[in-house]
């Protein structure tokens, strides 16, 4: 039997003579761009499970009811068999703790073994009428807390509350010396390298681009930070660092690369704040210091974090 996502909602009666393209927008907060998928769908919009246009005006006490996960997946990210270390998962939402090394999105040379891949793999493993729709993007080589949607409504509600304070993302990352002051805020709008198709730069032209950071520890002339980002641009806290000359340990593209101290970019997604799309519950994860970067501050000792 096929598993199909729903959104339910009862028609109150201070709602009573709106037609349900309204409801659906100012009560159940869908987009046109989702409206206009499902509407089309023989079960996508009911009341009281007879399907109805967008027209129809329902009375009070009658439940209107969109279906939220489509009959097939969209995306065209083939499914491929990986490692997937799950935080938190409902029917909307899936937060992972993602392996450094690990690519987000199937891109040239990357098309069967990213997380995107290992998502929609876990979904049809597991019989879930799901798709990878990702809210946020960590480097390649930063590991540590993401959320994904599993549907396009999820996505795009998760999308409203970035660069929000609904929304934080708060990072653990080691840089070569000891910034001064130990904790500030680095406001320097970021833009392309001429010539570079990843690269980023500090430019007068560019966006805007915000970073708190603040010194955890400091060792063996490295720093351990604790950074939080107000907007999030492309390499936003590698060049940020590196701009005010502490790049972040093992950085190959903006500082120097060294597999004998560590393998990747010292940067760890550790906390990660939203609240629930459907629900609107305020939820809260963290993850300790993977230990590769703990060996860089601690010798191998136990973090705190």
């Known amino acids: 039997m096929e598993r199909v996502r729903r ?31 499902i509407k089309w769908l023989e079960d996508g919009i009911l009341v009281d499970g007879q399907r109805v246009n967008t027209r129809f005006v329902p009375k009070a006490g009658q439940t209107l009811s969109v279906r939220l996960s489509l009959p097939r997946r969209m995306s065209g990210v083939v499914p491929a068999e990986g490692e997937l270390d799950i935080v938190y998962e409902d029917e909307d939402i899936i937060v992972i703790n993602k392996t450094a090394g690990v690519s987000v999105h199937p891109g040239p040379g990357h098309y069967k073994d990213t997380l995107g891949n290992f998502l929609v793999d876990h979904y049809q493993r597991t019989g879930q009428p799901a798709n ?15 959320v994904s949607a599993k549907h396009a409504h999820a996505q795009e509600r998760l999308k409203e509350q970035l ?6 993302r708060v990072y653990l990352a080691v840089c070569e010396g000891e910034p001064v002051p130990a904790a500030g805020l680095i406001d320097a709008p970021l833009g392309p390298v001429e010539g570079s198709l990843m690269a980023q ?25 604790r950074l939080e980002l107000e907007t999030g641009r492309t390499h936003q806290i590698r060049v940020h660092m590196a701009h005010i000359g502490h790049p972040l340990t093992g950085d190959f593209l903006y500082g120097t690369e060294d597999h004998s101290l560590i393998a990747r970019t010292a ?23 993977p230990t590769d970067m703990v060996r860089l501050m601690r010798r191998g000792k136990p973090c705190v974090f």
């Open 267 to 289: 940067l760890h997604s550790h906390g990660l704040e939203f609240r629930h799309p459907l629900t609107g519950e305020k939820m809260s994860f963290s993850q300790p210091l």
């Open 201 to 225: 730069q500090v430019r007068e032209d560019g966006k805007q681009a915000r970073t708190r950071y603040e010194t955890v520890e400091t060792a063996d002339g490295r720093s351990l930070l």
């Open 7 to 37: 959104l339910d909602w009862v028609v109150e009666a201070q709602s009573e003579g709106a037609r349900v393209d309204t409801l659906l927008r100012s009560r159940l907060h869908l987009s046109g761009t989702v409206i206009r998928r």
């Open 163 to 168: 660069h929000t304070p609904d929304f934080r």
């Open 132 to 146: 990878f729709h990702p809210v946020h993007r960590l480097d390649r080589g930063t590991s540590g807390l993401l």
